[in-house]
């Protein structure tokens, strides 16, 4: 299933004493490839720096790692690049002193083989029980603490939802289980704060950025759960899947996402079957 | 410095693609070795075997674990065995459901080189300025997302504090950043309830026990922060150093540590200089 791997580790030995194995101790992003490009890099690069800047991880070759990306997106085509960045191996317990050089992996793997239908008539969501924890220090890194996510889509697994809704201890909602969540009401757009937790897509950051340009008004905010429950439309979206319009949610159908079929044509993502 | 590892981890290729590595999706006992004996192992194997329920990791081979570790005791006679348990390799995303090999690794630290006088004369604590999150779905656990110990470690790093003390979002204490916390008012023990957050320690169930056993009051409940401010006495547990008094904690100084020298002699901790 993999077809690339590189990395700065050379052992097994290495890699089992790696921070990011013991503690999560680092970060990742997840890269689309089409027509050979490495989609959105320099979005990705970015919110990894800053997240090593927040994280104190040190020692980090970002142009290295950025060129590397965009040699084997060539290679690649069509697929996905994961990339990983740990603190590196070594310090004593959690203690971090004597560590001055990070891990990092990339790794290749193949485009998930979602279903056609899931952009082109949207996809079933529900409710998780999983109730997101706050966490300012770590809210809006994709960093390797990723429990409650698995917990979270072990709710979803089987069923006949591809993504579940998160919501915080004050039933705000946050995000879905790996996507950001937009709602339109009355022609506004409006998507959940991450300054307690989730994570901060870089696609989230996209596709707000194409609502300015298409001068639709889009606000980020407290959203309490109740709001969802009225919307006139719902989409999710993430680096891999670009944009999922919501079909089902609770009893609730929607078959038309004005919004969300504006910003899929806009961002270039193939929603006909 | 590690002088041992095994594990049914095979490649570098394989501990690369690895759910421990990627979402933290883990677990982990720290466990000391004296006299060629580990230290209250079966009560580290029990609760590793109650968080995997917890987590739904299957196919953990916990006597085979047992037995090696027993074997490698003798051979390590003083030290410190890591045990590392993962949810394996594989799953699509964050979703879990191809999965049916747990990965295990055991590593060999020698024994920590701490100053003798944190038995002797006790240790210095201040309160950490980060926040403990709460979430009850993965409190008690010692899994593998770890970020907020790394975190909060990092504000006593280079400092004359050994141990740092956190307390969550309603102020109340939860534990200190690798250990966890007893305080003494009028000859009453009481320890934090750990059903939000923090680690619930092998040790500490041990310490229970004991107090316990030699009909001292212990209760386990909320303690508000303001509560340690006028402690008798204060101690620290985990499974490596047993016992540290605290000397000194923000202005306060404390030299008598009566029920932490009965504790240690009881649980034969060796606390001469």
Tied chains: 1, 2.
């Excluded at 800053?50 to 290295?64: A, P």
Aim: overall charge neutral; charged content about 20%.
């Amino acid at each position: 299933m993999i077809k690339y791997q590189s990395s700065n580790i050379n052992s097994l030995s290495q890699l089992t004493l790696d921070r990011g194995l013991h503690y999560g101790d680092g970060l990742f992003e997840t890269i689309a490839i089409h027509s050979g490009i490495a989609q959105l890099l320099n979005e990705h690069i970015t919110r990894l720096s800053e997240s090593c800047l927040r994280l104190k991880i040190e020692g980090v070759d970002f142009l290295k790692i950025q060129k590397e990306i965009e040699q084997q997106a060539k290679i690649t085509d069509e697929g996905v690049l994961k990339l990983i960045v740990t603190r590196g191996s070594g310090g004593r317990g959690y203690s971090t002193p004597d560590i001055v050089n990070a891990s990092y992996m990339i790794l290749q793997y193949p485009l998930p083989n979602y279903n056609r239908k899931f952009w082109n008539k949207g996809v079933a969501i529900k409710k998780c029980e999983l109730v997101l924890a706050n966490q300012p220090l770590l809210a809006g890194m994709k960093h390797l603490n990723r429990l409650e996510n698995v917990m979270a889509k072990m709710e979803i697994e089987n069923s006949e939802y591809q993504e579940g809704i998160l919501c915080d201890s004050t039933q705000n909602i946050i995000e879905a289980t790996s996507s950001n969540v937009f709602i339109v009401l009355n022609n506004n757009v409006f998507t959940p704060k991450l300054d307690k937790c989730g994570v901060s897509g870089v696609m989230r950051d996209e596709v707000i950025k194409k609502l300015h340009e298409n001068r639709i008004n889009i606000e980020v905010l407290n959203i309490p759960f109740e709001d969802i429950l009225n919307a006139d439309e719902i989409f999710l979206t993430n680096s891999v899947i670009g944009i999922w319009p919501v079909a089902k949610f609770n009893e609730r159908m929607y078959s038309n996402f004005p919004i969300a079929r504006m910003l899929m044509t806009s961002l270039k993502i193939n929603y006909d079957v």
